[in-house]
């Protein structure tokens, strides 16, 4: 890439999400009549007849996609120390069954360590379109106050350079294609981690298994490999597995 980026100042990220509901039949009766119209176009997308049977499928397929109707149970950080060795990378999670508790941990961290959207950096996979839109969403259906870096509100394109998107530095300036984190790491030969679970099984692993240290740890290795391929990006030497540490 042209220009080289301050490694010691980005703070990698990831979160995920789940309904906020178990299923579509524990949904209160004012939210239906709203997940349908929602949900409706989908039903159209794939040709179908629209049914209760259908809204309730997609309700857990897709429910946990939009902040209106999911809500965050992990959010996993990270960030690099470069020590004689070279880079180490520790990683942190906020994982709780109350989403308040979650937002407030991380909303608490980057304030007090990462509130500087002139020197520092957030950095994740997609997190302009999916990761940063749904945290302050959700932060304000609870009345919680955005912190600075997060907070874009009527700000201009050129003014929210603090987001590094890998998604978005891989377009190099293309917006036809959609290209997931696991394939980008893939061509650019970065190691991925091999998980037992994949983001489909979220929901169920919340909801039916009640294994949050699960899904944080699928969501850290996600931290892991974003920062790989930024690194990648930059032109720096990865980082090996026995330099990456989770707090305890």
Same mark, same amino acid.
């Given at each position: 890439?042209?220009?080289? @980026?301050?490694? $010691?100042? @980005? #703070?990698?990220?990831?979160?995920?999400? !789940? *309904?906020?509901?178990?299923?579509?039949?524990?949904?209160?009766?004012?939210?239906?009549?709203?997940?349908?119209?929602?949900?409706?176009?989908?039903?159209?997308?794939?040709?179908?007849?629209?049914?209760?049977?259908?809204?309730?499928?997609?309700? *857990?397929?897709?429910?946990? /996609?939009?902040?209106?109707?999911?809500? !965050?149970?992990? &959010? *996993?950080?990270?960030?690099?120390?470069?020590?004689?060795?070279?880079?180490?990378?520790?990683?942190?999670?906020?994982? *709780?069954?109350?989403? &308040?508790?979650?937002?407030?941990?991380?909303?608490? /961290? &980057?304030?007090?360590?990462?509130? =500087?959207?002139?020197?520092?950096?957030?950095?994740?996979? $997609?997190?302009?379109?999916?990761?940063?839109? +749904?945290?302050?969403?959700?932060?304000?259906?609870?009345?919680?106050?955005?912190?600075?870096?997060?907070?874009?509100?009527?700000?201009?394109?050129?003014?929210?350079?603090?987001?590094?998107?890998?998604?978005? /530095?891989?377009?190099?300036?293309?917006?036809? $294609?959609?290209?997931? /984190? =696991? #394939?980008?790491?893939?061509?650019?030969? !970065?190691?991925?981690?091999?998980?037992?679970?994949?983001?489909?099984?979220?929901?169920?692993? +919340?909801?039916?298994? $009640?294994?949050?240290?699960? &899904?944080?740890?699928?969501?850290?290795?996600? !931290?892991?490999?974003?920062?790989?391929?930024?690194?990648? #990006?930059?032109?720096?030497?990865?980082?090996?597995?026995?330099? @990456?540490?989770?707090?305890?």
């Amino acid at each position: 890439m042209a220009s080289k @980026i301050a490694l $010691n100042r @980005i #703070l990698y990220l990831d979160i995920e999400t !789940v *309904s906020q509901y178990q299923n579509y039949e524990q949904t209160p009766d004012a939210m239906r009549p709203l997940w349908k119209h929602k949900a409706g176009r989908f039903a159209k997308q794939l040709d179908e007849e629209w049914t209760e049977e259908v809204a309730a499928r997609l309700y *857990s397929e897709k429910a946990a /996609l939009y902040a209106e109707f999911g809500k !965050v149970a992990v &959010i *996993s950080v990270g960030f690099t120390v470069k020590g004689e060795d070279g880079y180490e990378l520790k990683l942190k999670s906020f994982a *709780s069954t109350d989403e &308040i508790e979650v937002l407030t941990g991380f909303s608490n /961290l &980057i304030t007090k360590h990462y509130n =500087n959207p002139a020197r520092q950096f957030l950095c994740g996979h $997609n997190i302009r379109e999916f990761d940063m839109p +749904f945290l302050c969403r959700r932060m304000v259906i609870h009345r919680m106050e955005l912190p600075d870096m997060i907070d874009v509100t009527g700000k201009k394109p050129w003014e929210t350079k603090h987001f590094l998107d890998t998604m978005e /530095l891989w377009r190099f300036g293309e917006f036809r $294609n959609y290209t997931s /984190l =696991n #394939l980008l790491a893939h061509v650019l030969d !970065v190691p991925t981690p091999k998980d037992d679970i994949d983001g489909s099984d979220v929901g169920r692993v +919340f909801w039916e298994e $009640n294994d949050l240290e699960r &899904i944080a740890v699928y969501c850290e290795k996600d !931290v892991a490999t974003c920062a790989r391929v930024l690194f990648r #990006l930059q032109g720096e030497s990865g980082i090996p597995d026995d330099r @990456i540490h989770t707090a305890t």
